[in-house]
């Protein structure tokens, strides 16, 4: 069989310009890969996972329902959420990657990852909506790398497929939090409380929608902890969460 136009025209990219492992920078053969050894450091979940945040359980097959030890002490008010990677080794590099640098190239591997893992989440027609950044960080930063990582979601084929739309700017930040780097999960859950609040001009749109909240990191989960409520207060839901990366400590 003949290759498309489209298919040269990626091989003799490929030729010109090598694909770079995604972490290190090493030459790869697939684009938007990783070399043998960043491959190795990476941790990502597979199906054995806690149901509420998504962390890989350790042991025999988990049930679908099963949680983890950290979300049986405090059961996430969220339906269900799903995690692409542990927040270490290579993951905890591709998440503080995004977070400080532009990188579209990362995105566009962590949202075909993470849109795997909502396939069964799709037929509800969910709003994706990521967490926002206050408007004060998101001007120091530049962008809000989950806002970045929502709207490369979506243009993943089976969130095409679906016609599933974004609303990035669904939550608003009450006030500016302090950063959450250093304090343990209980100080976390007082400094975001009540944080997060329904854009008014939304309400309408989010009531009764399903909702996939998109997030680079859940460590404590009070960010995603204050989105759901949020979101439920306004009447949405079921509400999902998905994020790149879970992380067990405080990281
Ligand atoms: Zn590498
Ligand atoms: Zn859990």
Redesign the pocket.
Known sequence: MFASRLQILDRAKTWAFPPDCLRCGDRVEIPYGLCGPCWAEAQFIGKSC??????ELIGEEAAPSD??????MRP?PWDA?RAVLRYEGTGRALVLALKHGDRADICRAASSWMAEKAQDWLDQNPLLVPIPLHPLRLLQRRFNQSALLAQHICRTPQFREHAITCLPDALSRLRRTAPQDGLGAEARFANLDEALALTPRHGERLRGRAVILIDDVMTSGATLWSATHALRLGGAGPIYVLVMARATKAA
Do not use: Q
């Open positions: 806690c149901h509420a945040c998504g962390d949680l983890c030890d950290a979300c049986l996430p959420g």
